[in-house]
């Protein structure tokens, strides 16, 4: 089967760099996404990372490693209405190539 | 474009009545998915469409749960007698046609489904 870990929750300074991890296992990997939700509102598509390394798109990075079954996402110059929950998903064959969801870390952000 | 749209965006029922939502994809979207999602947990995918062709569906989800997309354009998700651990966040998602989109989605609002 298949199965995610990220941390449940994460508390950060505003302004500071704070790394969100996830590792996985599944039965045959393809991709791996990451979402922000804020409390009340719905999942927005951050990144998508298919091949190993580093992906930057503004203050946010994510990573892949495939051999390690790991990815993480980086936040940068972080500002208050960063604060939401961020989760990773997967693809992989055992799902048919949809997303299996991680249960998600919720990032506190303090001034 | 307004992107993806859900109506209602909340809904309280008894148990044992039978609720429909409905979900408007991004216009230029032709994928489709479910999912239902519950406090502190991320979405659990249901059901995945390409056009009109339903080509996923969830084996966690009962008989009761049914889903249409008859023109390849919006989709309806209707839950027959419903109890009350189908309380949940009901959210709808498109994605393009690309290779790697089905990781890239695009999320309405969602309904949020109150069985009493």
């Known amino acids: 089967g298949q199965s995610l870990e990220q941390p449940s929750e994460v508390t950060a300074v505003e302004g500071a760099i704070v790394q969100i991890n996830c590792t996985y296992q599944?039965?045959?990997?393809?991709?791996l996404s990451w979402y922000q939700q804020h409390d009340g509102g719905a999942p927005t598509f951050l990144s998508y990372?298919?091949l190993d390394g580093l992906e930057e798109t503004g203050r946010f990075s994510s990573f892949l490693s495939r051999s390690d079954s790991y990815g993480y996402l980086l936040l940068q110059e972080l500002q208050m209405k960063d604060s939401a929950s961020y989760f990773c998903?997967?693809?992989?064959?055992?799902?048919?190539?949809?997303?299996?969801w991680g249960a998600g870390t919720k990032l506190i952000i303090k001034p | 474009d307004t992107g993806v749209s859900q109506d209602p965006r909340h809904k309280i029922t008894k148990r044992g009545q039978n609720v429909t939502f409905r979900c408007d994809p991004i216009?230029?979207?032709?994928?489709l998915y479910w999912y239902r999602q519950t406090l502190g947990q991320g979405p659990e995918f249901l059901t995945y469409?390409?056009?009109?062709?339903?080509?996923?569906k969830s084996r966690l989800l009962s008989d009761r749960f049914s889903a249409e997309r008859p023109k390849g354009s919006f989709s309806t998700l209707e839950i027959q007698r419903t109890e009350q651990g189908d309380s949940a966040m009901y959210l709808c998602?498109?994605?393009?046609?690309?290779?790697?989109?089905?990781?890239?989605?695009?999320f309405g609002p969602g309904t949020r489904l109150t069985v009493t």
């Open positions: 469409f390409q056009n009109e062709a339903q080509l996923e």
């Open positions: 990372n298919a």
């Open positions: 998903a997967v693809r992989d064959r055992a799902s048919n190539y949809q997303l299996i």
């Open positions: 998602a498109s994605s393009d046609p690309g290779q790697g989109a089905i990781g890239e989605q695009y």
């Open positions: 216009s230029e979207h032709n994928r």
């Open positions: 599944t039965s045959g990997f393809y991709g």
